[in-house]
């Protein structure tokens, strides 16, 4: 039942939002449903025309697996039959991630008031996921073009960002980082680390977190067989990426990381988490209530997340086949 | 003598340098010469082949003026003649353009170090002009595609530039960065205010510097007929400058600016001073020493100098000219 190609399972996300929207519009896609074995997970009053039940056998065919719940709701809005549609959806999702049925998770968006109304207050997917991987130690990787961007801080004031940066976060982090790099088919994954300081400090003129914080987690990183390069010029360090100067940067606060990944992902960014046991990748858009069901929504960013995947999968086995022969 | 394309004054910068080399080069574009009056100003031993003595009459042509100084000199070291050499010419360029005998003066880049050799003990050329202008009230533009950012600080450790942002200081600036969009021929400037924190705080769920210091400033420039918006969130008003969605924006620390202007300069950012009483425009890259006299420095970056440079004087003009009919 499982040919060569990557089983991929999507969900679809918040039914009153613009998710069973880009997820039809992806399906459309022939090159997509070619290249991987996409299993849509929904309600059945959202699914898209055309899906087999349960998986695809055929190259080209995409399979459906229907998750109870409401038959109505009102596009555009946060309801609790929705927040519980999306949580069973992304549950089924993760137990076929889990058990190894699917090489990878992709999800749709969901609603974070509409989960609080179905129980779950969480900050979001991510959160959820980890909690059912049985996992604390996770992280968000994000993606745009060559640049990749794990951050050691992400939703507090600068001012807290800066006072929580610690040698043992930064170490935590490079670890992280460097085997989610080797698991997306990077074998000897180079990060580059970003200063916190204009220049990195320019040798402590401007500031001395660089060589008390950042250096001794550095030389402890290679210490234990990484390769890490910093810290460097935060103005350089990105454009570096871009270049793909580097396998990927550690970025020390918010608006490092999404200034440059805004500027560069051109509707294409993704993410990623990190310290799952499975592959789970996201686009980065929201439910889009505000235009949800008016049919003109851009699925660019769905099949992004898609093709990043089928990727990452394929890299993975081939970095796994390579080792074996 | 004075024909309808702008003159513009070019010193050649440290002799030891790129300067002298990539001066040579761009002058060796007609399209250049024939778009605007170029004067380079320099050593006669640096001197380029082909210009006219003094002010170019016609279109093609290029004229040099002499500055009195060092024969020989070592490439790509820094040396009291050098700083002397460069010193000269900033002199002379600045005085021409002051008088307005040049509509803009454009420079090569100098060498620190030898200029505190010469006997200036200066950070740069922008401290130099602003002194021998007769202005406490300046501050760098950046520019690099269509975003401009003006820097609220600059060279600190990011804890002290997150201390020192206060609403006087953000009027001050916003006052400055208007005017200087209003001299470079935009009339009505849209300045977008970038916020500190995360999403510009999110309504004081991270951090509480965006209604505490950056909102009052705002309004208050607001009363004074400023067309200002924000503070707005830095990771996406960076990537509405980029779109022209904005005129100008005003950023709060180093690395928020110089992130997103390295990313999008392509070899070809420049700056300006904001508060001079004549338009400078430089490249943003330095002598590069390393590569000095080896006839392989690329000239793009001081060729968009030099282009930005007779587009805002004509903007300026035009803008002068609409005022008047």
Redesign the interface.
């Known amino acids: 039942m499982k040919p060569q190609r990557p089983y991929i399972a999507l969900t679809m996300g918040d039914p009153a939002g613009i998710g069973p929207e880009v997820v039809t519009k992806a399906l459309a896609r022939t090159d997509l449903r070619e290249r991987m074995g996409l299993l849509v997970i929904g309600l059945e009053a959202a699914r898209p025309e055309g899906l087999v039940d349960g998986f695809p056998e055929h190259p080209g065919q995409a399979g459906f697996v229907e998750v109870a719940g409401a038959k109505t709701w009102e596009m555009g809005k946060a309801q609790e039959a929705c927040g519980l549609a999306a949580l069973s959806a992304l549950e089924v999702g993760a137990d076929m991630a889990k058990r190894g049925d699917v090489q990878a998770l992709v999800t749709a968006p969901v609603c974070k008031e509409a989960l609080h109304m179905a129980g779950e207050k969480v900050e979001g997917q991510t959160e959820l996921l980890a909690r059912w991987d049985g996992t604390e130690r996770y992280e968000m990787v994000a993606v745009a073009g060559d640049m990749r961007v794990m951050l050691l801080t ?7 960002a ?1 006072a929580s940066i610690s040698t043992d976060s930064i170490g935590w982090h490079l670890d992280l980082f460097h085997e989610t790099l080797r698991s997306i088919g990077i074998e000897h994954p180079h990060i580059a680390m970003a200063g ?4 990195a ?2 040798g402590g ?5 660089e060589s008390r914080i950042l250096q001794p987690a550095i030389e402890a990183a290679r210490a234990r067989g990484q390769h890490i390069s910093g810290p460097h010029s ?3 360090v ?2 570096d990426a ?1 270049q793909g100067k580097n396998d990927g940067v550690l970025a020390l ?4 990381a ?7 992902s051109k509707g294409r960014g993704v993410t990623l988490i990190a310290g799952l046991s499975y592959l789970r990748v996201s686009p980065v858009h929201g439910t889009a209530f505000d235009i949800a069901g008016q049919g003109i929504a851009d699925e660019t960013n769905l099949v992004a997340a898609l093709e990043r995947a089928a990727t990452w999968v394929g890299d993975q086995q081939s970095a796994i086949g390579d080792t074996v022969t």
Chains 1, 2 share one sequence.
Do not use: V
């Open positions: 992400r939703h507090m004031p600068l001012r807290e800066i916190l300081n204009p220049h400090g320019e003129l401007f500031g001395n977190e935060p103005d350089m990105f454009l871009s606060y918010h608006d490092q999404f200034i440059p990944l805004k500027l560069l």
